[in-house]
């Protein structure tokens, strides 16, 4: 069976990393076209700089949980895919491997001149020099709003061969993941979501809880089958 798994902030919670939109998410202390835009950057990339070293030394400070660790259990195995939105690296740190980083990934740096993609160090800052082209325009390897999300074609093709498309603590409200629930029903794959609260969208199965126990669960009952 093709599985398509795709998760959101709603995956991280439990480990401490706030979501976006809930009600004490990060947007509320935040202004996302100040730090989660290339505008943003360009008029003031110290600031966006600190608000990701911040997310960064908040996830080197936290650890995956059940959900990550039963991930990691499907992730590798034929016929599953697991996309992120998340930028953090819990999956990897659970040992999941292969996972799509759609967003980017906040422990990687990414050079605006030339396209050098290297490990970012713990704080990153406007005038570090690209280790490839010395260019002084680094700046995280995430995806912002208003960029074009990573690996989509890989991602829609994984969509089409799928049998089952499963949603993890994600509100769909970002597109165009938040398009990937229809896009399989419509290509006839059945659908589950595992969130907290329902997110609202139309699935064939909605189970409630938090990841730490909905998703050990269901990952159990497809290696059981
Ligand atoms: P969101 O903040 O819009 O929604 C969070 C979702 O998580 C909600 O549906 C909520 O019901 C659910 N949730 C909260 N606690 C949960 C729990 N314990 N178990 C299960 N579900 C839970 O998040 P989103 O939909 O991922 O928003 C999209 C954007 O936010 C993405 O671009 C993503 O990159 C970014 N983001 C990433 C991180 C991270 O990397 N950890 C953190 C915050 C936001």
């Not at 997310?55 to 499907?74: F, G, K, T, Y």
């Not at 595992?194 to 730490?212: K, Y």
């Amino acid at each position: 069976m093709n599985i398509v798994v795709l998760s959101g902030a709603g995956l991280s919670a439990e480990s401490g990393l706030g979501t976006f939109r809930d009600a004490d998410g990060l947007w509320t202390k935040y202004d996302l076209s100040q730090v989660a835009t290339p505008e943003g950057f360009a008029q003031n990339p110290a600031l966006v700089h600190d608000f990701y070293n911040a997310r960064r030394a908040n996830m080197v400070a936290a650890a995956p949980h059940a959900a990550h660790s039963a991930l990691a259990r499907l992730a590798g195995r034929a016929g599953i895919t697991l996309v992120t939105q998340n930028i953090d690296d819990l999956l990897e740190r659970a040992g999941a491997q292969g996972v799509i980083h759609m967003h980017g990934e906040l422990a990687r740096a990414l050079c605006n001149a030339c396209g050098h993609r290297w490990d970012a160090p713990a704080k990153m800052a406007p005038a570090d020099p690209c280790p490839a082209c010395a260019a002084q325009a680094t700046r995280p390897d995430v995806v912002w709003f208003g960029e074009i999300p990573y690996a989509m074609e890989v991602i829609e093709a994984r969509l089409a061969e799928c049998d089952l498309f499963v949603s993890i603590g994600t509100s769909g409200e970002v597109y165009p993941a938040a398009g990937f629930v229809a896009a399989a029903r419509q290509l006839g794959a059945r659908t589950l979501e595992l969130n907290l609260e329902a997110s609202g969208a139309i699935f064939d199965e909605v189970r409630v809880g938090p990841a730490s126990e909905v998703v050990p669960t269901w990952v159990d009952e497809v290696l059981a089958k």
